[in-house]
T-cell receptor, first 112, second 115 residues
């Protein structure tokens, strides 16, 4: 089945130690998004790629970066995680407006 | 900028009964898309139903239906015959029709279905 896959499902990292979260898709969608979701809150868009074009949200901290080496893969890099970065990170893809987004299962990041 | 408002933080419903979740939005666009997403405790965000603004007919997906009032900018979700598996957080979301458009979420509502 076509889907969006996020690895790992759970990630524990040390305060200040760089961490990378990954997302892959088999939908061949041209747009990929990264959201941060804290407990009982709405997802907050960090950035997205429209094909190879990177679009950063104005309030996304510089600590968060992203890479998209090809259509299928997108990575979220957190350069120096702080305790406040502990959250669920959701990857989503979109190929046509009327169908909304397809979300992955998310990666729950814990910072210790 | 578009905004999506879900004013009820939580609701509870008895199994087999019907519940309606409210959502309002604000936009200056004439054509756009509206969605309801479900996020159960497993945290996978699942699309429940979608509505295209140019369609007058309300969308229906099995037990889920919407009441789309374009003039009032209202988009409520009705869940009929509630089941225990409907317990989840529900997000209303808006997206315009631009190729590079983004999904704007409401704050969500926690729905609990009681046995």
């Amino acid at each position: 089945d076509a889907m969006v896959i996020q690895n790992p499902r759970y990630q524990v990292t040390q305060f200040g130690k760089p961490v990378t979260l990954s997302c892959s898709q088999t939908l061949n969608h041209n747009v990929m998004y990264w959201y941060q979701q804290k407990s009982s809150q709405a997802p907050k868009l960090l950035f997205h790629y429209y094909d190879k074009d990177f679009n950063n949200e104005a309030d996304t901290p510089d600590n968060f970066q992203s890479r998209r080496p090809n259509t299928s893969f997108c990575f979220l890099d957190i350069r120096s995680p702080g305790l406040g970065d502990a959250a669920m990170y959701l990857c989503a893809t979109s190929g046509h407006g009327s169908y909304g987004y397809t979300f992955g299962s998310g990666t729950r990041l814990t910072v210790v | 900028a578009q905004t999506v408002t879900q004013s009820q933080p939580e609701m509870s419903v008895q199994e087999a009964e019907t519940v309606t979740l409210s959502c309002t939005y604000d936009t200056s666009e004439n054509n756009y898309y509206l969605f309801w997403y479900k996020q159960p405790p497993s945290r996978q965000m699942i699309l429940v139903i979608r509505q295209e603004a140019y369609k007058q007919q309300n969308a229906t997906e099995n037990r889920f239906s919407v009441n789309f009032q374009k003039a009032a900018k209202s988009f409520s979700l009705k869940i009929s015959d509630s089941q225990l598996g409907d317990t989840a957080m529900y997000f209303c979301a808006f997206r315009d029709t631009g190729a590079n458009s983004k999904l704007t979420f409401g704050k969500g509502i926690t729905l609990s279905v009681r046995p």
